[in-house]
């Protein structure tokens, strides 16, 4: 049965389908394909795979359901919309113990984060009808149209809030969609096709699947703008794709984010800002901090606050309500963040807490802390995706920043410092977001776009997400003709 009603309901096997056309869709399917528990090794449920025929079909009903939908008006979508989001409040209990069966994130901390999705959904809802208010009607002014279908594409660490977060957005500004979730954590999604069917037919599609689908929905001649979210490897592919037929596309992608520590600063509360940024999410997220750039006058204070930190995040199952550290997605993920720590070890470093694989079922790894890790190893360059903070021992706070501004990466970037002079050298930081001693209340309207490869296209989150997903074109109107 379907995973997912309107009223809640979690079948105990998921069985996941399409969902297109305003249905759900087994037909015109390749073989099903299991999802597994990765806090138990076995088996949470499956789903269809999508063909070319599936995506076929998909973008077609996207494409015939644009024109109605954009007829409808904005007032009328942000309605809608707004309805959309009070199911989604009703379901996100059911979608975040989903998520925690799929890819094995703690409950509550799903929860959390799917309700503040919600929320930006319902705001960004709202914003449909001033956006598209008439401007004052002179002879020349700037008018805006949707891109048509829209490719959106996400990743397996925040299943559900990688759609939620730009759906709205995307839908509210006239578009219609077609959703590829990643093949590792496709349930959740696939579970929001019943709680849209109050939208038009076609308006939002889901089309399960691997890299595959994804590369056919991006090839369709249909598609008009392609938003994805991923690993830097992909991105190349879909940017390189959609380069090919003209077509705009978002990338949001990869980060190996640094914090820099000055001398200044509280350690035990620098200890407390690395752990829960490096650890959080098993370090499964983009904006992970996972290089430490630390003063070498509180370099040993600091490491041993960060071991005492450790033990206050639990390891377990994302069902069990203690838990802080959930498994790492699958066996994959955890051998090639095994794989990271055992090069940094054998290149020199110390590794003074965690570092080992846990022993099954399911696919465990403790926080783990790695000082002295050569700068040109792979846990100092690539991306870990994992629990790992690789400490680097610096000699000024100035030789901090200019290692984190190092490598391939700039998705965000933060710095601790109590020195006037020294937080606007770290403002300076090359990323595509800077943080410093934690933040405050930043401008929560503003545009992001990553630096260096970890993405490309200015984007805005919720209600001034439409200015990014609509094609700006300028009316000048002359005299009598
Ligand atoms: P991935 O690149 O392996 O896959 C992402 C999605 O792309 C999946 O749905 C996958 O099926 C699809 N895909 C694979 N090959 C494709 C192709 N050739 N054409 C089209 N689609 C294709 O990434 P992942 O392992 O699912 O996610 C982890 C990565 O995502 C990490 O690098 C992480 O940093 C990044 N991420 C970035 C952000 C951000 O906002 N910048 C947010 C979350 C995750």
Redesign the pocket.
Known sequence: MTALTPQGVVADLVHAQHWVAGAPDAALSGATRPVTDPATGSTTGDFTVGTAAVVDRSVRAAAEAGPGWWDLGAEARGQLLGQVASRLTVAAPQLAALESREMGKPVAMAQQDIEGSIEMFRATAESAATFFAPAARGAGRTACRPYGVVAL??????PVC?VTDILAGLLAAGNTVVV?????APLSVAALGPLLDILPPGVVNIVL???E???A??EHPLIGLVH????????R??GG?AGARLIPCFL????KDALVIDRDVDVAKAAALAASGGWMNTGQ???SIERVYVHRDIADEFVSALIHESASWPIGSGLNPDTRLGPLVDARQRDSVHQHVTEARLGGAEVPIGGEPLPGPGFFYPATVVVGAPDDSRIMTE?T?GPVIAVRIVNSFEEGLRLADTGAYG?CAAALTNDPAHIELAAALDAGAVTINGGGDGPADAPFE?ARS??MGRVFWGPRSLESFTRPYAVSIGGKA
């Open positions: 594409i996400t990743p397996w660490n925040y990688q590829k979730p990643s093949e590792k699947g691997d890299g689908v994804g590369a929905l991006v994805f979210t991923g690993s830097v490897a992909t991105g592919k879909v794709a949001e992608l990869g980060g997220v983009c904006t991306e995706f998705l990553p970890s993405g």
